[in-house]
């Protein structure tokens, strides 16, 4: 084999149990039983932020697609998902990765680091417009199929006219200006401090994401004016989304909510199930600490953070890891 292959030390279809090695020998712990099978995936989930048939599946599917970085090995996705799991300081992270080899070079870590967060975020073909960036998929034959696919949400043959529930996710950032009224970063959920808002979109159902939209300044744009300008645009003519009483300005034409005059009472208890799976939905992007902490890093790289979340999060959805059930008639 070539020396100067720049693919010469990725492992060919890297399974489950060799990410849990590798995983093993980043942590110190190489070697080492720690416990049971269950116990040493709950560990591996700790470090890294999700499970080794999660990150293998991740492996897989940027090798198929040739999205992974020159020299990426396995151990650099690694070092990148614990990054984005624990969000350490620099010094941190670089002693930490390095496991039985020692502390590594921070230079060395973000040649890898940001490319890797790069490539998961551009698994899903993105059309993006001034008003929003909307995951598409484009049909393939790939054995790693994964798609954030907004017309998915029309799989199950449903004849409701809701068929996703919406609602926006806000995370800090450093303070841009005073945290008073009026400032465009200043989010309600942070007490005027200053934040960007998404917006997610789930399968009602199915329980899949279909549907990220953003960054947006969470103080300028209310979680109703993003969906005005743009998921509303996207929906077949008399459908519908079930949200909360934020987007009650849209309902009852665009929106179902609970505190829209014609909602009938005796379905608000579906409807507090429903919000309740998108809030469990929202609470996984917050096992993130890069999008539960103040981010410190480059804002115009926020978006493919959060993207990179989206695709793990989704990853492990269809691995298995599916958010509770709703059943759901309007």
Known sequence: MNENDPKRKRMTDPTAVDFLLVGKDIQNKAGRPIGSAGTEDRHFREFFGAGPCVVA??????????????????????????????????????????????????KTFRKYMWPFIHAVADLQPAVVSTTCSVFLSFKSNSPYSFKIVFESRKDSG???????????????????GPAIKGNPFSSFKFAGKCGLR???????????????????????????????????????????VEADDGYIGEAPQKVNCPGCPSNPTEKEPMQKRVQGRHESLNGRFKNWEILKSMYRHDLLEHEKVFMAIAVITQIGIDAGEALFEVDYID
């Not at 697609?65 to 941190?92: C, M, N, S, V």
């Not at 529930?165 to 950032?173: L, P, T, Y």
């Open 57 to 106: 599946i991740l492996w897989n599917m940027m090798a198929y697609h040739d999205f992974i970085p020159p020299l990426g090995e396995i151990k650099h996705l690694l070092w990148t998902l614990h990054f984005l799991k624990a969000y350490p300081r620099q010094a941190t992270v670089c002693s930490t990765v390095g496991g039985s080899s020692g502390a590594i070079d921070p």
């Open 198 to 240: 998404y917006e997610i979109g789930l399968d009602i159902l199915a329980g899949n994401i279909v549907w990220v939209n953003g960054p947006f300044a969470a103080g300028k744009y209310p979680d109703i004016e993003i969906f005005r300008n743009g998921l509303a645009h996207w929906l077949d003519e008399f459908e519908r």
């Open 158 to 176: 449903s004849l409701n006219d809701c068929l996703i529930s919406v609602d926006g996710i806000d995370v800090r950032i450093p303070q841009q």
